[in-house]
């Protein structure tokens, strides 16, 4: 998964994809890719599903620290 950022270009809108993802995929300027989005509002949130009233275990931590920790390294 690439994690990119939509920035305003003139009067539409455009994806930023990091330049590391493009040169480990080939990518060039003017070149057609097939792109899936997902919204994410807020990344903690999706995670750990903080909120003012809703607070999470220490259990449930660690177990989202183990996964994340699984995946980026």
Not at 19 to 39: G, M, P
Request: charged content about 35%; glycine content about 6%; aromatic content about 8%.
């Amino acid at each position: 998964m690439i994690i990119g950022k939509i920035r305003r270009w003139g009067n539409s809108m455009a994806l930023l994809i990091p330049k590391d993802e493009a040169t480990s995929l080939n990518l060039s300027e003017d070149q057609e890719v097939a792109v899936e989005i997902t919204k994410k509002d807020n990344p903690l949130k999706e995670l750990f599903g903080f909120s003012r009233m809703n607070k999470i275990t220490r259990k449930e931590f660690l177990e989202a620290r183990k996964g994340l920790e699984s995946k980026w390294f």
